[in-house]
């Protein structure tokens, strides 16, 4: 099976080349990646010539708005959606903040929704707010131990049809551990409820394959995918024109529109088509003189990225797993887990973050936002955790040097 060629993979990203970073290490890549070299020239192209307001007549703004279309049009195929069905906000959290008012409009009365203590703060406070409407709120808890979301447990949840919708991550930015979404969404559908999926701690893993997955909503953030600060939704069609509108009300009947109240910022839009021509410039290099759908080019691609990580994270997490001064969250396989790997230690985590910095490590220490999760582990918020997260452009050098980095600070 071919394998990730690292070397080009690194020089996609002018950060590998940038003199202020040499000999410094990355993992806080689950709060923000570096940015793949095409997404950075689609940004100052546009700024340099296309920065005026698009879809007008004139050659510019056509330009600009043909290149906003290209985006979606592109991330939507590689995601195997149709083109309207993505669309972009501000970031994850505003997206919710929009779908939660219109969930708020639209539940109809004695219905429940449920929520986990997986997520980041952004794909459930929103949610549990609804009960101040009156909408009985449902928590699906984690293993208090493990941290482990078990979709047996989602069924009593779900088993007297009140459900409209069951919001939960692909993965979430603490536990680490990779839910079985397919089957998850399964379930809600067949007790007749719509889900939310927090994709944000995945996709830096590899896009998904949406109509695979089966869910309503997916979502993520461009900011950790190698792209420009912006959230991006994939919102079906069949949800999409449930939920009552969120826009301008002449913008209605158009679904990428219905969910984005806020103008959109034109330059950062059409740089997401960057992202789609790193994941084809990946293709193009290591499956030469192949042609495939921008689905199947995506999931090679996706699958590429996962087995470098994998290879990478066995040996840490075995590693982590035979300290006895720390706890590691989530589980002991690569595997069934993305490379977002949180340590409870016995002292507080952002002072060893910091010290580790000296090292030349780039990692955080602190609650992420997990706020929830971390409760229901036990792990006390004055602490919260070291988190050494990566993502495929790391390099195994790098692992040793985050190992030896930690073994002098722990
Ligand atoms: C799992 C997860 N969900 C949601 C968010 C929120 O994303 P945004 O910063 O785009 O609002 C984050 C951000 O760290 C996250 O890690």
Request: proline share 7%; with cysteine.
């Amino acid at each position: 099976m071919t394998s990730l060629d690292l070397d080009f993979v690194r020089s996609q990203f002018p950060a590998f080349a940038e003199p202020s970073l040499q000999g410094q290490a990355f993992f806080e890549n689950a709060g923000g990646s570096y940015t793949c070299a095409q997404v950075i020239g689609r940004l100052t192209r546009f700024y340099h010539s296309r920065k005026v307001q698009p879809y007008a007549p004139y050659e510019a703004s056509r330009l600009g708005g043909a290149e906003m279309d290209e985006a979606r049009a592109r991330l939507a195929a590689m995601m195997g959606v149709d083109t309207d069905e993505v669309s972009f906000g501000p970031s994850t959290s505003q997206n919710t903040y929009v779908l939660a008012q219109a969930f708020r409009q639209w539940l109809p009365e004695g219905s429940a929704i449920v929520v986990t203590n997986q997520d980041h703060e952004a794909n459930t406070g929103v949610w549990r707010r609804l009960s101040e409407t009156g909408t009985e709120v449902r928590e699906w808890r984690i293993d208090p131990v493990t941290g482990h979301l078990d979709p047996a447990a989602l069924a009593p949840l779900l088993a007297d049809g009140k459900v409209r919708l069951v919001a939960f991550p692909h993965c979430s930015n603490v536990v680490g551990e990779i839910n079985p979404v397919a089957e998850i969404c399964a379930m809600a559908r067949a007790a007749g409820a719509f889900t939310c999926v927090d994709g944000v701690s995945y996709a830096p893993h590899g896009f998904p394959d949406v109509p695979a997955l089966g869910s309503d909503i997916y979502l993520f953030s461009a900011y950790k995918t190698y792209g420009p600060h912006q959230g991006i939704m994939v919102i079906r069609r069949e949800i999409g024109f449930t939920l009552p509108n969120q826009a301008h009300v002449f913008n209605g009947d158009v679904l990428y529109k219905r969910f984005t109240p806020a103008g959109p910022d034109h330059a950062q839009v059409a740089a997401c088509a960057g992202m789609a021509d790193y994941v084809d410039a990946l293709y193009a290099h290591h499956f030469p003189g192949q042609t495939a759908s921008p689905l199947a080019r995506n999931t090679a691609v996706h699958d590429l990225m996962r087995a470098h990580e994998r290879q990478l994270t066995q040996p840490l997490l075995d590693w982590l797993a035979a300290r006895n001064d720390l706890r590691l969250i989530g589980p002991r396989k690569a595997e069934g887990r993305a490379p977002t790997i949180a340590l409870a230690l016995d002292r507080p985590a952002l002072p060893v973050a910091t010290a580790l910095a000296d090292h030349g490590i780039m990692a955080g220490g602190g609650n992420f936002y997990a706020v929830r999760p971390l409760a229901g582990l036990g792990v006390p918020d004055a602490d919260g955790v070291l988190r050494l997260s990566f993502v495929h452009y790391t390099a195994p050098a790098e692992i040793d040097q985050l190992i030896a980095a930690l073994e002098r600070v722990l």
